[in-house]
């Protein structure tokens, strides 16, 4: 790949327009007791999104993707896990929009976070790419990565964070993460943001950048941190810098129970498109920073639908999501490769690490084929992943299913769960259960036009976990338009 592809790919994970009409829904799932590898049961699925906040605002690179809801991600509140939000970006991404539950899923209200976008009072017309956190007092926090478009390249962006006291009802006029950079300066990718275990008013944000030397992409991570719940951030600070020809993607930041500070991410060499998934860790709350380590080679392949021969997600082709045990600590992490299948087939692996970050087990396959060797059309794509209080271990994902020869592409939404045991991380996972009523069609999606186009749900979806339950999030199409959908797993004997 080029650098300029590279710059188009990682614009495409964090600047790119997207689209979609937008239902969210949710869904309880009871899991067998304990076990190894207990085995989730699924139940219905609860609509969340309703009618768009900005159906009527326009702006001039929107011909660029069609309307709607994507890229969903969830929290559970801390203080009270009847309380979940959720967030995704709505039509041509004018707006972020909050899904609050006070009743773990049953029901949902659609909340328009104002002040983020121009179509809602803010200042640049796009946002996407959400990040959210609880603090340990039950305020939430939303951030998003903001801009402006010329052409297909961002002339203006940054990343902004707002937050709400009641549990996602309202928010604060949201604030700069870090001033905003304009074209000449370079351009900003996704991030995220983690809030301190301890103290409610610490926030931390990790913003990737990249620059053009020349005819290279040079990215570099920026690290920035609040002391005030959001209103004022320190300057920001490298805390990495890739080199020329290598930018990084997803950035997903983690504080471990021991304060701990871990941003998970990809490497990537612009010019052989050559990726690995590495963290970078900080041991004092975010002052100083480790060299990355290497967790491991990432190896997906690109999807194209039969038919169309259109790209699928492929922006989920070099993104990682991860989380961390909120008792012990441990790491996991997950990501769509190829390497069991000699670089043709998708699967979803997993890699753990007990310290902190600093060793890594061998990546192992979470989902299941319908044959050891996979049909070329049973990709599985986008996971995410979540820890329960009592330590299981939930990833879901999407899978297309094998022998399709009509002009359909049918997929479904997958979770499996696993009960580590001590010496035993997670080695195998029990059989899967589908979180989708029916499967769907994936070239019902939109198509995606700047980057690297085709069909699009979003880059990545995140879920979250109570002591008892895992609760996931995820779009899918309905009526020709993807939507944002819910579901959440209960431990036997914890309905």
Sequence with gaps: ????????????????????????????????????????????????????????????????????????????????????????????????VAGVSFNRGKSWRPVNIRGVTSCTGGRYPYADDPSIGFGPDG????????YALAGSNQSVSGRVIAR?????????RPHPVIPYIHQQNGETANGSIAVDRRNRRV???????????????????????????????????????????????GNQLLVLPDDELVDVLTLVNAQTNAKRVAVIRSADEGRTWSQPVIVSALDS????????????????TLLVTATAAPVTGRIYIVWQDARFSGGKVNAIVLSTSGDGGKTWSPPVKVNMHASPSPALGEQALIP??????????GVSWYQLRPDQDGPALLADRWLAACHPVPQHACAAFARPVSLTAAPFDFTHTPVLSVGPHGYFVGDYMLMAATGTQFVDVFSQPLKSNPDVVFAGLALAGHK
């Design 139 to 146: 305020s939430v926090y939303a951030s998003a990565h903001t």
């Design 203 to 249: 926030i931390y944000s990790v913003v990737p950048t990249f620059t053009y030397q020349g005819r290279l992409s040079e990215g570099k991570v920026l690290f920035t941190e609040s002391r005030d719940s959001g209103y004022h951030w320190d300057t920001s600070r490298t805390i990495l810098d890739a080199g020329p020809g290598y930018v990084t993607a």
């Design 301 to 316: 392949a690109l999807i194209r639908a039969p038919k169309t021969r259109l790209p699928v997600a492929s922006g989920g």
């Design 384 to 393: 995410s992943v979540a820890v329960t209080g009592s330590g299981a271990v």
């Design 164 to 172: 709400s006291s009641d549990g996602g009802l309202t928010w604060s």
């Design 1 to 96: 790949m080029t650098s300029q592809g590279a710059h188009q790919m990682m614009r495409r994970t964090a600047v790119t327009v997207l689209a979609t009409m937008g239902v969210l829904v949710a869904g309880l799932v009871a899991v067998a007791a304990p076990a190894a590898s207990p085995v989730p049961e699924a139940a219905a699925l609860v609509r969340v999104s309703g009618t768009s906040p900005v159906a009527g605002c326009h702006a001039a690179a929107d011909k660029l993707v069609p309307p709607g809801s994507t890229e969903p991600v969830i929290a559970v509140n801390p203080r009270n896990s009847w309380n979940l939000v959720a967030l995704w970006q709505q039509d041509h991404f004018h707006a972020i």
